[in-house]
């Protein structure tokens, strides 16, 4: 992921800064008009700032809750982001959460010795409420070299078991690895619900996804007007086995494409595939939101920790310092 360590300070904000490449549109696009059916984003980082002016992850599910985004699944990259990610869902009733350690994470931890140790927090953190997937996991030969790519595997074969062993779904990062993730999930064996986030295969792939009931998930580049093949694949899929989602603040949807991406632009990419596949977007909507319920649950099925309060004579802002310590477990939330 193009973030730096540098924290962002504040309560309800992110952890991460992405990385402004230079020439980008820093500002966030309009809010689209709401959905008649709600729907679930499947996969977001609102650990990771963006922006000219970044939103705290509140102000982000707030927008969304405007335009009929009912929930996010917060998604870890790393032990910080997967404690915040675990510790945040514990304290906001739109938010599940999914811990991994991106495999591009995986040769270095795996280089200095702590991957085990690594693993071992994620093991930890999936046994957590609210804790509904292990991800984001898989394999990345794109970003990483031949050497690195042992501990990918090693990294991911763990992540299967975990989540096997939690009985969470799976979300698979795969980019230019399909066939060997595929194969992994085969000889390892793919846990009962197991997703494809940012889907970037072709309609073959997909129909072979389908035939092993894995899970196909579409972000805002499936609107691009050079992603002829994901649109393809998106017509292959059995519409009870697609999900949507933003991967912000990546991949927004046109026509914003560049600027940074949130989950209220949800609306802009499901318009995008319901369009493609000629069909009503509420039925989508109806379709989408059934098939995350049956991957993740109900965002409603185990309670948040804690409620936010609304300070007197102000609107609510989060609890205060002094309740931090009771509500993010292990410094999960900076």
Same mark, same amino acid.
Do not use: C, K
């Given at each position: 992921m193009m973030v730096s360590d540098s924290p962002v300070d504040g309560?309800?904000?992110?952890?991460?800064?992405?990385?402004?490449t230079r020439g980008r549109d820093l500002s966030y696009p309009p809010l689209p008009e709401p959905l008649t059916v709600p729907v679930y984003d499947n996969h977001t980082h609102l650990e990771i700032a963006d922006g000219e002016h970044p939103l705290g992850y509140r102000e982000q599910l707030d927008r969304a809750?405007?335009?009929?985004?009912?929930?996010?699944?917060?998604?870890?990259?790393?032990?910080?982001?997967?404690?915040?990610?675990?510790?945040a869902a514990l304290i906001e009733p739109r938010m599940l959460a999914a811990v991994a350690i991106h495999p591009n994470e995986a040769p270095?931890?795996?280089?200095?010795?702590?991957?085990?140790?690594?693993?071992?927090?994620?093991?930890?953190?999936?046994g957590q409420p609210r804790v509904v997937a292990i991800g984001e996991t898989g394999l990345d030969f794109f970003r990483t070299p031949e050497e690195g790519r042992a501990a990918q595997f090693r990294s991911f074969e763990a992540h299967i078991r975990i989540a096997k062993e939690h009985n969470l779904a799976l979300q698979i990062h795969d980019r230019d690895a399909h066939e060997a993730v595929i194969e992994t999930l085969l000889r390892v064996g793919a846990p009962e619900?197991?997703?494809f986030h940012c889907f970037s295969g072709d309609s073959d792939m997909a129909r072979f996804c389908a035939a092993q009931g894995w899970y196909m998930s579409f972000a805002g580049n499936v609107t691009f007007k050079n992603a002829d093949n994901l649109r393809a694949a998106l017509s292959a899929a059995p519409r009870n086995l697609l999900l949507v989602e933003t991967d912000a603040p990546f991949l927004t949807p046109l026509p914003y494409r560049g600027r940074p991406n949130a989950p209220?632009?949800?609306?802009?990419?499901?318009?995008?595939?319901?369009?493609?596949?000629?069909?009503?977007?509420?039925?989508?909507?109806?379709?989408? &939101? =059934?098939?995350?319920?049956?991957?993740? !649950?109900?965002?409603?099925?185990? *309670?948040? &920790? =804690?409620?936010?309060?609304?300070?007197? !004579?102000?609107?609510?802002?989060? *609890?205060?310092?002094?309740?931090?310590?009771?509500?993010?477990?292990?410094?999960?939330?900076?």
């Open positions: 309560y309800g904000s992110a952890i991460r800064r992405r990385e402004n809750s405007s335009v009929g985004v009912r929930g996010v699944i917060q998604v870890g990259g790393d032990v910080e982001t997967s404690r915040w990610s675990a510790a270095a931890l795996a280089a200095a010795g702590t991957l085990d140790d690594a693993l071992a927090v994620i093991n930890e953190l999936a619900r197991t997703v209220y632009l949800l609306p802009n990419t499901l318009r995008g595939m319901s369009a493609h596949l000629e069909t009503d977007v509420s039925l989508l909507s109806a379709q989408i &939101t =059934a098939n995350t319920e049956l991957v993740y !649950g109900r965002w409603d099925a185990e *309670p948040v &920790t =804690a409620a936010f309060a609304a300070p007197s !004579g102000g609107s609510s802002t989060g *609890p205060g310092d002094e309740q931090r310590a009771t509500q993010t477990p292990r410094g999960g939330l900076a």
